[in-house]
């Protein structure tokens, strides 16, 4: 929490000063009670003693004090607050390698499956584009808030050769400067990129597509799939099959995410990637917004000062305990 008038906050002390000041006036009221009465008499007078009750409309009242002083410095804080609109462009890799059981039943397989289930996260009023890249990076939906399309593109995804990583992440960025919402102004764009290894092709490098990014403001999450036992089969002239090993390789989308001012992820089982789904769908859906929020400390204090006037009144028909 920050304050534009912080100064206001040295009136915090009176608080303290306070409570010492109620103390003194009880014991002061206590010893002149004692000189006029007989102690042993007062529970003939008094059919029981309020006890701490009478401490709720003192403790009432200092909150509400110290409430109205936090308020008067006008203090912000950081609140999460749901997006209305945004462009979503999932980013799939498709190459060979992504055809390894490591993660079940295939990496891509698995991907699409939680892909699918992100897509039941994000709010209706998002748009969803997906891109897939071997070779070469290719828009397989354009930005559309119908789910049923994206899915059916996800399931149209197959693996082919290459990592055109850096085309990708170029190509995802810039779909999104195309959308418009209503006011004519492009809602924020998030990529969320899923592959397992190292740029392989492509006309774009690495870091040509992480400034690129940047310079359009979209962050780029990373999500690294697979095991260092990943292989996957390749058939040979003659009928015969080789098994290549494809471990996962970070570097590359560790320099994207970081990079971009995206998150970066590893994981290595289907419900690990699902998992990772479902907290950047939570990320996706809010923004972080600065606001002042000194209405909520002066609507506290005015409820908090009525509440410990009303019953100290009531229960001890005075202002104050």
């Known amino acids: 929490m920050t304050f534009d008038r912080p100064y206001w906050l040295i009136g915090l002390l009176a608080v303290p000063l306070l409570v ?15 000189r006029f009465a007989n102690l042993a008499l007062v529970p003939n007078l008094i059919d029981r003693a309020p006890g701490r009750r009478r401490l709720v409309p003192l403790a009432l009242l200092l909150t509400g004090l110290t409430a109205l002083v936090v308020g008067m410095a006008k203090p912000h804080a950081r609140i999460s607050i749901p997006r209305k609109e945004a462009t979503v462009v999932l980013a799939v890799d498709v190459s060979r390698s992504m055809g390894a059981t490591d993660v079940q039943p295939t990496r891509l397989a698995a991907a699409r499956l939680a892909a699918g289930r992100f897509l039941d996260r994000i709010p209706s009023t998002y748009s969803v584009a997906l891109v897939g890249f071997g070779s070469r990076a290719f828009v397989a939906v354009p930005p559309t808030r119908d789910r049923d399309l994206v899915r059916q593109g996800l399931a149209n995804l197959h693996p082919s050769e290459g990592t055109a990583i850096g085309d ?34 492509g006309r774009t490098t690495t870091p040509q597509a992480v400034t ?8 780029v999450s990373t999500v690294l799939v697979g095991t260092p036992q990943g292989v996957v089969n390749v058939q040979l002239t003659g009928g015969y099959t080789e098994q290549i090993q494809v471990p996962p390789s970070p570097t590359t989308l560790k320099q994207i995410a970081s990079g971009t001012g995206g998150e970066y992820f590893a994981v290595r089982t289907s419900k690990a990637l699902s998992h990772v789904y479902e907290r950047l769908a939570t990320r996706i859906g809010h923004r972080i917004e600065d606001r002042q929020i000194t209405d909520a400390f002066a609507g506290a204090a005015i409820v908090l000062l009525l509440a410990g006037g009303a019953l100290s009144n009531f229960w001890f028909r005075r202002v104050f305990p």
């Open 212 to 219: 690129r990014a940047k310079a359009l403001h979209v962050p």
């Open 20 to 34: 010492l000041l109620w103390r003194r006036e009880e014991r002061r009221r206590r010893a002149g009670a004692a």
């Open 168 to 201: 990708a992440v170029v190509l995802a960025a810039q779909l999104g400067q195309r959308q418009r919402a209503a006011d004519g102004t492009v809602p924020p764009t998030s990529v969320l990129l899923i592959s397992d290894g190292a740029r392989d092709g």
